[in-house]
């Protein structure tokens, strides 16, 4: 297997977290995207949506979408487990890993596509989708909040992939210099604290 991945980018940064919590080594191939590396026919073949990450797999396929590719990973290898033990566990950090990528990770894109000079000419940009989004990320961001409380993980006393997609989240919301909600002290708590953990720097 070999994972197709962008260092500056939220999704392959999701997996490559997930990968060291779990302390599976897969070999990395960078794909160049602010280069358009994904974009080139030969790329499109792999993922005809032009995006990263990419497992490639042993048989020569390609599975895509960065969330498949940690439950594919995870089926694979069940310990420790990192989606919970229990039926009503395993929900419960979906759940939680859903708000984070929809709540966060896509909010910030939003704004960040709208906002930012890098993409003015590229896309049209609006200021009225970016507060709507922004809107929508407080809210998120409070949700999570209430919910991660005291505990030092997103989803209780132990990591698992919500914490692998909220990390990616909040340091996209930090390269595309978007404010989160200061009255946010858990998360922000649980940020600082995530980021002491050898894979925040995978
Ligand atoms: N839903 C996909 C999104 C993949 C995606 O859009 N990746 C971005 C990087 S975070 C990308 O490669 N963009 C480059 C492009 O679309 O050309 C996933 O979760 O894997």
Known sequence: MKLYD???????????????????????????IAAGESRTPEFLKKNPLGGVPVLELDDGSYLTESLVIIEYLEELHPTPPMIGTSPLERARVRELERIAELGILQRVGTIFQNTSPFFAGRVKQSADAAETARNQLNT???????????????????PTIADCTLLAALEFAEFGQVALDPSCTNVARWLRDFKQRPSAQA
């Open 6 to 32: 962008f260092a500056m980018a939220p999704n392959p940064k999701k997996v490559r977290v997930y990968l060291a919590e779990k302390g599976i080594s897969l070999p990395l191939e960078p794909v160049n």
């Open 140 to 158: 998120a961001l409070k949700v999570l909040d209430a919910r991660i409380g005291n505990h030092p993980f997103v989803a209780g006393d132990r």
